[in-house]
């Protein structure tokens, strides 16, 4: 039976993907900020789903919480990363929690998924970006740059995974 890991399960993409990967017969692990919305999802799956709160901006333990999922599944063929934040006109300390999320999150996350998958030989490691981050926007700048963070990130472990 696959295996998945769904950062940021508890809404939006995050949510559908690990439904759709349940139905399709899938064991997953999940996580997400929100403990409550968290039980919900595993309560309406329908395969083995591990879930554990995780808040991505504190690194380490975000890695540590990404390594005993995988562990708890006895491995993983797919790691999606869709934890992200966004704030509409956003204030400096909006902007500072949104680097922190959707950048430092992202890539220690992003990181960690690769190496193991490097370690063992094979994998598929997602992220979701946005059509805005191919282009500043001025209502959601911090957002906007983000997401080409994301974009231009994971083309880089591509390349990497290629050599």
């Known amino acids: 039976m696959p295996k998945a890991v769904i950062i940021g399960a508890t809404s939006g993409i995050g949510w559908a993907l690990a439904a759709e990967l349940s139905r399709r017969g899938w064991e997953l692990g999940v996580s997400g900020r929100r403990q409550q919305r968290l039980q919900r999802l ?4 329908s395969t083995r789903v591990l879930a554990k709160p995780m808040d991505v901006r504190r690194t380490p333990q975000a890695v540590r919480i990404l390594q005993q999922l995988i562990r708890g599944l006895g491995g993983m063929d797919l790691l999606v990363i869709c934890a992200a934040i966004s704030h509409r006109k956003a204030t400096w300390r909006q902007e ?36 805005s981050g191919l282009r500043g926007r001025a209502e959601n700048i911090a957002y906007s740059a983000t997401k080409a963070f994301v974009s231009n990130y994971l083309q880089g472990l591509r390349q990497k995974a290629a050599r």
Not at 42 to 45: D, K, R, S, V, Y
Not at 108 to 131: D, K, P, T, V
Request: proline letters at 0%; glycine letters at 16%; zero cysteines.
């Open 42 to 45: 595993q309560a309406g799956l």
């Open 96 to 131: 500072e929690d949104i680097l922190a999320t959707n950048v430092k999150g992202f890539a220690a996350l992003a990181r960690a998924g690769f190496e193991y998958f490097y370690q063992h030989g094979r994998g598929h490691l997602a992220g979701i970006s946005s059509i």
